[in-house]
Structures are given as structure tokens and as C-alpha cells.
């Protein structure tokens, strides 16, 4: 059912959190948005001006390789200044209080790890965009030195003391997601009494798997978005105001 307005969403929140045991939160680009960095769908978002490189074609092209770079670095505005928003916060809380096991992510912002969950109670499941690996021998390079090297360098993007091509750790179109973290999200919304699917419009595979995997498996459902899901009809609650207003009562410091 949908709350009608946020007093008793927040109510009917805090009676279904009071009652779980273990909580899987599953957040999108949605809890980000009060920290500064656009969703995927804002209209005039930096994130729909550019098409998204694929990853073959990153693979077969140099030039590809430094406009990837070159608007990493301009993202970098929005990504090195974001701070943890009112949901990360509440999320949190719930981590600490040893009410959630781990936090499930589309987002690639490492908003939750400077939330204060642990990283391995992060699943990332389309990796992080505040580091890159080599794709050959999995060398871990920090932003800032990347970025010295390509402006040193008249954008050209480098590549990895073995020869292997650097990238964000993000999981691109066409890179294939990655196994593990999968199969703990699976196992997590398996092995809930409540899931929590925030700030995402949940159309992306497998976002939209793991809800409808909880709920088969006796969780009771709460989708936080301000737009319409396809999986709000099957919902125990859902919530359609702005998330750090529905979260932040839930903050304990
Ligand atoms: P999406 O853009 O498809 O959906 C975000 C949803 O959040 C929208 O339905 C929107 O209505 C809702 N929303 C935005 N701000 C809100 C607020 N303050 N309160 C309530 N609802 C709000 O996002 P997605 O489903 O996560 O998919 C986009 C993909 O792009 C992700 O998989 C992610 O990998 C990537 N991405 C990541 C980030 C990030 O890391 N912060 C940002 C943009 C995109
Ligand atoms: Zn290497």
C-alpha cells in the first residue's frame, strides 16, 4: 500500500523495522541525489548528455580510453565533494545497531563505506568509481595519480606498469557483472524479514530480480522513490516521498 503522506509512512516504517531482525537495504542513484550527484535519469544530468562507453569499446580504443577519463574527471566534481546523504545516514544506523548484515548497491559512489558500513558489508553490484584497477593484473590506482599523469600528458589515458589497460572499477555496459557480489546479493535478499529497495526505479536487471526474490522468500517489501515502480503493486509499503525525509528519522548518532 502506498502511505499517504510521510507521517505515517515514517510510522509504518519504524513498526516494520522494529519488527525484522535482519534488514537488506538495496539502494540506487536515488539516494545519492541530495549529496550532489545526478541520477541516472534527471533530465539535463550530466548522466544523459554523454551515451555510456561500452566496454568493447573502451578495450579497442585509445581515444575511447581518454574521453572515458576525461569525463571521469569531470564527474570528479560531483564525486570527490559528495558527503553521505540523510539515507546513507539512517542505513547506518541500522548497521550499527546489527540490524542489517550488509548493504546492497547499484551505486558506485563509496557514499555507504564513508557512511560508515564496513567495505566487505558493501555489494557493490557495478563496482566504484572512486578507484581504478588494472584489467590484466588487478594493480589497484587511486584517481589522483591517474589524473596527474593524464593532464601531465595531454590527456592521453596511461596505462598499468604491466601493459594492461586501467579502468574505473566500475562495471561498464557490456562488462560482465561481477559473480560474487551477485551471489551474496541473491543470498541477502533470500535471508531477510525486510527489504528495503531505495532510490532506485528498478528496470535494470538485476535490480529488478532481487525484490521480487525477497518477498518469494517471506520478506515483507518497502520501496522508498519518489516515481512508480513496477513492483508496487506487490509491495508491503511503499513510499513516495524524498528519501532523506522518509530516512532521516531514523539516524542515531
Ligand atoms: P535511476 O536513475 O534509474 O533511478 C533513480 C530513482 O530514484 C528514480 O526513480 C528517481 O525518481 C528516484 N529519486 C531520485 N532522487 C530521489 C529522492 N531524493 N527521493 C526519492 N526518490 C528519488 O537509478 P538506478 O536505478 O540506481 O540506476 C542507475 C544506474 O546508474 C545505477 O545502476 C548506477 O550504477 C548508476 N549511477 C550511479 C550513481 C551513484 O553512484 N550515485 C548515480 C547515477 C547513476
Ligand atoms: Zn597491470
Known amino acids: 500500500m502506498i502511505a499517504s503522506d510521510l507521517e505515517t509512512a515514517v510510522n509504518r516504517l519504524r513498526a516494520l523495522i522494529e519488527?525484522?531482525?535482519?534488514?537488506?537495504?538495496?539502494?540506487?542513484?536515488?539516494i545519492s541525489t541530495e549529496c550532489g550527484i545526478p541520477d541516472f535519469r534527471s533530465p539535463?544530468?550530466?548522466?544523459?548528455?554523454?551515451?555510456?562507453?561500452?566496454?568493447?569499446?573502451?578495450?579497442?580504443?585509445?581515444?575511447?580510453?581518454n574521453e572515458a577519463w576525461r569525463r571521469r574527471f569531470v564527474m570528479d566534481e560531483h564525486f570527490a565533494k559528495a558527503k553521505p546523504?540523510?539515507?546513507?545516514?539512517?542505513?547506518?544506523?541500522?548497521?550499527?545497531?546489527g540490524k542489517v548484515p550488509a548493504v546492497v548497491t547499484q551505486n558506485i559512489d563509496n557514499l555507504h563505506q564513508d557512511s560508515g558500513v564496513a567495505p566487505q558489508d558493501v555489494v557493490e553490484l557495478h563496482g566504484n568509481t572512486t578507484y581504478a584497477t588494472c584489467l590484466d593484473c588487478a594493480k589497484r590506482y587511486e584517481l589522483a595519480e591517474i589524473r596527474q599523469?593524464?593532464?601531465?600528458?595531454?590527456?592521453?589515458?596511461?596505462?598499468?606498469?604491466?601493459?594492461?589497460?586501467?579502468?574505473?572499477?566500475?562495471?561498464?555496459?557490456?562488462?560482465?557483472?561481477?559473480?560474487?557480489?551477485?551471489?551474496?546479493?541473491?543470498?541477502?535478499?533470500?535471508?531477510?524479514d525486510l527489504f528495503l529497495a531505495i532510490g532506485s526505479s528498478?528496470?535494470?536487471?538485476?535490480?529488478a530480480s532481487l525484490p521480487l526474490l525477497a518477498k518469494r522468500n517471506g520478506a515483507a517489501l518497502v520501496i522508498v522513490n519518489r516515481e512508480p515502480t513496477e513492483f508496487d503493486e506487490v509491495a508491503d509499503l511503499v513510499v513516495r516521498n524524498d528519501i532523506g525525509d522518509a530516512l532521516g528519522p531514523f539516524i542515531s548518532h
Not at 157 to 182: H, L, N, R, W, Y
Open 19 to 30: 519488527a525484522a531482525g535482519r534488514i537488506v537495504p538495496f539502494t540506487g542513484a536515488g
Open 44 to 65: 539535463g544530468g550530466l548522466w544523459t548528455k554523454n551515451q555510456p562507453i561500452p566496454f568493447d569499446a573502451y578495450l579497442a580504443s585509445r581515444k575511447m580510453r
Open 85 to 97: 546523504g540523510r539515507g546513507h545516514r539512517a542505513l547506518a544506523s541500522l548497521y550499527r545497531a
Open 149 to 192: 599523469t593524464f593532464e601531465a600528458s595531454a590527456e592521453q589515458a596511461p596505462d598499468c606498469s604491466c601493459g594492461g589497460i586501467i579502468k574505473t572499477a566500475t562495471v561498464s555496459f557490456g562488462q560482465a557483472m561481477p559473480v560474487e557480489a551477485m551471489r551474496r546479493a541473491q543470498d541477502l535478499a533470500t535471508d531477510c
Open 202 to 207: 528498478l528496470v535494470v536487471w538485476p535490480a
